[in-house]
């Protein structure tokens, strides 16, 4: 397994004695100072290893990103469909040009929208993992 995970003894100074006895295995020895041994705790002959990152600003935290994003569950989608049924579609034909009716169109769904759906700010972070329904 060490060599698969290509696993690193980072211990390499004297534990016990004149013995090395711990072990820490990592695979990201790089992120580590050199471990150092402090005294034995109570009566034990044996002395701690303490292992401590390296600065912090070594490692990248990411970022926050705000979205704004439209609540759309089975609740608006059933408000969205009474709302589209009761829309009066006449005043859509009356306009000569498909610019016209066009224009008509995208101004009625898109208020409509507005209503049905209305808009929440999420907070996502580089290290979130997606949402199946993103």
């Known amino acids: 397994m060490k060599t698969h995970y290509r696993f690193v003894q980072v211990v390499n100074v004297v534990t016990c004695g004149h013995a090395i006895l711990d072990k820490i295995w990592t695979n990201m020895e790089d992120v580590y ?6 005294s034995e705790l109570g009566s034990s ?3 701690m290893v303490l292992l401590k990152p390296k600065a912090k600003n070594s490692v990248d935290t990411g970022c926050v990103t705000r979205l704004s994003v439209r609540c ?13 049924s ?26 409509l929208m507005k209503i049905c759906f209305p808009t929440k700010i999420v907070t996502r972070h580089t290290a979130d993992k997606p949402w199946v329904t993103d």
């Not at 759309?72 to 589209?84: H, Q, R, V, W």
């Open 33 to 38: 100072t050199p471990p150092v041994t402090i």
């Open 45 to 47: 002959d044996h002395n």
């Open 72 to 84: 759309m569950g089975p609740k608006e989608k059933a408000t969205f469909n009474i709302g589209l």
């Open 86 to 111: 009761a829309i009066k579609w006449e005043p859509l034909f009356r306009p000569d040009s498909c610019a016209g009716q066009y224009s008509y169109y995208q101004t009625v769904i898109c208020n």
